[in-house]
Every structure is written in structure tokens, then in C-alpha cells.
């Protein structure tokens, strides 16, 4: 009698709407926890914008008054533009170019060239320069967002390919910034644990 329920064309019929339910059910878990990963990523965007903005209205973007490019020492020169970049998070701008980031900074093409060229260990170009902080803000994305997937991660930084993102990853640390993320996971468990 059972078989025969099973096997009836109602008995199908539910089996088959259970079964997309349950297919539908977990469709709508992945959408949702990738829409929630972009509004998390989302808002933190938002505040760092909104941070920035008050930043720009609160102090200038140019060289600090009074002085000019060239009354700067290099070392000055470049410890103030590499501020700058960090403070305004230029690097995460997907296009951002030379010559955008010395119109923005009120600089020369050719100071920024030179300040990198001289005051960069070892000495980098522009591109370099940029992708080095790129990937140093993914490795502190990496460890204080979790929850955030290494695409989210990615575009965060700048970078618009996830290939092209992973790709640099393990050219300039050694590996997936996923391995790198449990890395820093499993090192902050050893010293919770040897800690107490």
C-alpha cells in the first residue's frame, strides 16, 4: 500500500514540490548571504567615502602650506603623499592613474615619479607602487572581514578581476589570499590559546 502511494501520480506530484522547495529554499540562502556579504561591503565603503569627504573638507589634499614640491625633502616629500594615499585610499580606485593622483594631491607627474624611483625600498614605479598598497589593504581586509569573499575582497582593493587579484595574491605573498586568511585565523588561535 505504501509503494503504491509513493508511486502515484499525487505521490509524485508532492515528492516534486517538496524537492523544488528545497531547491528554492537553498537558492534564496546563497543570494541572500552574497546580497548580505555586497551590504556589508557596502556600508564599510560608505563609511570610509563619508570619512574621506570630512577628511578633504577638514584639511587640504595639496603639499602642506607654505612649502612647495620642491622645498620638500624627498623623504618628507614621500612619507606626505604616501599618507595621503593611504588617508584617501586613492589605490582603491579601479582607474586611478598618475595622472589623477597628481592633479588630486596637487603634485607633478614627475615629483611622484621621482619621490617612488628614490624613496621606494626598492626603488618602484607608480603601477607598483599600487598594487603593493592594493595588496596590503587586502591582507588587512582579509583578517578584519571574514565574512567578506575573496571577490568582495578584491573589488574592495581596486582590483576588478578576481583572477587578476589572486593571481598578484600569490606572487607577492606565496599564496591564495583564502590560504592567507586561515593563516592569520590559525595564528590568532595559537596566541588566544598560548595566551591563556
Not at 16 to 28: E, F, R, Y
Not at 66 to 78: H, I, K, Q, V
Request: aromatic share 8%.
Amino acid at each position: 500500500m505504501y509503494i503504491t502511494t509513493i508511486l502515484s501520480p499525487v505521490g509524485v506530484l508532492v515528492t516534486m514540490v517538496i524537492l523544488a522547495l528545497l531547491v528554492s529554499l537553498v537558492i534564496m540562502l546563497r543570494i541572500s548571504s552574497k546580497v548580505a556579504d555586497n551590504n556589508a561591503r557596502l556600508i564599510d565603503r560608505v563609511t570610509t567615502l563619508e570619512h574621506s569627504a570630512l577628511h578633504q573638507e577638514q584639511s587640504a589634499t595639496s603639499v602642506p602650506q607654505g612649502n612647495s614640491p620642491a622645498d620638500l625633502t624627498d623623504y618628507e616629500l614621500y612619507r606626505w603623499f604616501d599618507a595621503q594615499m593611504d588617508e584617501l585610499r586613492l589605490y582603491c580606485q579601479p582607474e586611478i592613474d598618475l595622472k589623477t593622483t597628481a592633479q588630486t594631491l596637487g603634485l607633478t607627474q614627475r615629483s611622484i615619479i621621482q619621490t617612488l624611483k628614490t624613496m621606494g625600498n626598492p626603488p618602484l614605479t607608480f603601477t607598483e607602487y599600487i598594487t603593493n598598497k592594493r595588496l596590503a589593504y587586502a591582507c588587512t581586509l582579509l583578517q578584519d572581514r571574514p565574512h567578506w569573499n575573496i571577490d568582495a575582497v578584491a573589488r574592495e582593493t581596486g582590483i576588478m578581476s578576481d583572477a587578476t587579484f589572486r593571481r598578484l595574491f600569490r606572487k607577492y605573498y606565496g599564496m591564495s589570499p583564502s590560504e592567507y586568511r586561515e593563516q592569520k585565523r590559525q595564528n590568532a588561535l595559537k596566541a588566544v590559546h598560548s595566551a591563556s
